[in-house]
């Protein structure tokens, strides 16, 4: 009867040897990585673009890990679409006036022209010969002195037009 409780005894031996070394076995498998519970500080970076402009789109959240060269979000792209649409259509406008005066200008446009300084010559030869007769008139004191300046102020503009429309 002695035996039995011998056994057992040893039995019991074993099986917490047998646990204690399957624990330690376990346990030097596993990473030994220090772990710790609390709160940490976040770290606040302040972003700046190349241009203004608005935020329309984040790609991450607060807290979100990152990494360099991703991108965190996104400008409002219109304004500057619409810009290059602008300057596009002032790069057109620009060579088309380009193209205009390479080609030179119309018949239409000189004929235009030529008439506008035949005008303006007939003017001012209208105003020389109404001037010459009112200093006719004067020299008989016919008219007075005012209405011979009149003829002299309507001679002289009438001659700048004809030199400003023939040059």
Request: glycine content about 10%.
């Given at each position: 009867m002695m035996k039995k409780p011998v056994v057992i005894g040893l039995a019991v031996v074993v099986l917490a040897a047998v646990v204690a070394g399957g624990y330690w076995w376990y346990q030097s498998r596993q990473d030994n990585g220090l772990t710790l519970y609390g709160n940490v500080d976040i770290r606040t970076v302040n972003l700046s673009f190349r241009v203004?402009?608005?935020?329309?789109?984040?790609?991450?959240d607060e807290g979100d890990a990152i990494k360099a060269g991703q991108v965190?979000?996104?400008l409002d792209h219109k304004?500057?679409?619409?810009?290059?649409?602008?300057?596009?259509?002032g790069v057109s406008v620009a060579q088309a006036q380009y193209d205009l005066m390479l080609a030179g200008y119309r018949d239409e446009e000189i004929a235009q022209a030529a008439a506008a300084?035949?005008?303006?010559q007939a003017a001012y030869?209208?105003?020389?010969?109404?001037?010459?007769?009112?200093?006719?008139?004067?020299?008989?004191?016919?008219?007075?002195?005012?209405?011979?300046?009149?003829?002299?102020?309507?001679?002289?503009?009438?001659?700048?037009?004809?030199?400003i429309s023939a040059g």
């Open positions: 203004g402009g608005r935020v329309e789109s984040l790609a991450v965190l979000g996104e304004p500057y679409e619409i810009a290059l649409m602008q300057a596009k259509a300084v035949k005008q303006a030869d209208y105003a020389q010969n109404f001037y010459n007769r009112q200093q006719g008139l004067w020299k008989s004191r016919t008219i007075s002195a005012n209405d011979l300046e009149n003829a002299r102020l309507l001679a002289r503009p009438g001659a700048g037009h004809a030199e």
